[in-house]
Each structure stands twice: as C-alpha cells, then as structure tokens.
C-alpha cells in the first residue's frame, strides 16, 4: 500500500540527518522523495569527477543560503544498493542507504547540484 509521508524540516537542522530520523521513525525501508521544497545553508554536493566507473566523486561546500529547485532520492535496504553506489557511501553509518539528489540556486541565479551529502534548513 502506498502512502504519502510529509516532513518538515526545522530551521537549522541538518537536511539528511532529519530525513534519517524520520525514516527510521516511521520504519521505512525502500521509499522515494518524490520533492521538496525551500531554503537551505551550507550546502555539501557531491559530483562526479570523471566519467569512468567505479564512480569518484568530490563533495564542494557551499556555504550560502540558497532556493532549493529541484529534491529527490531513494530510500532502500544497504544489500539492495548497487555496489558501484555503495563505496562512494562506505563512511556511512545510517540504518538505511539515502540517496538524495538536489539542485539549489544562489545569489545572481547561479545555479548547482548533485548528490546531497549535508546541508543546514535555512527556515522550516
């Protein structure tokens, strides 16, 4: 049975740190993030640096306030993620595999994005 959870995200929390909490209150082992919406700080993006598999990335920070434009990811089991996501994730120590993708613009409309690894809700 589907259902549609929301989450809102206090000023100041970590973004993926309140999605985890809430994942793991609700008991939710594969999921999606179908969006989301607002503010946020100090955003960490990760992207990818070369185009070979295995994939390597590097995270930038940013640290602004920005309009998130685009939100979405996957929540699954660890032994379901595929093994070339998996080792840029091996620092983990989440219950369940996150996996977001974010796109945010700043002052003077400059727009970046990839994979969210951290980042603060500017308002809720």
Known sequence: MSKILELII????????AIVEFVVEQQLTRSIIVGGIGSA?????????????PLKTTPTLYPVAAEILSFSGEILPWEEVDSL????Y???TDPVFVHIHVSAAFAGGLVFGGGLRGGNAFRA
């Open 10 to 17: 206090p000023a100041g929390k970590d973004i993926k740190e």
């Open 41 to 53: 700080k100090n955003l960490e993006i990760a992207a990818p640096i070369s185009p070979e598999l």
């Open 85 to 88: 996501i998996k080792n840029q």
């Open 90 to 92: 091996s620092q983990s």
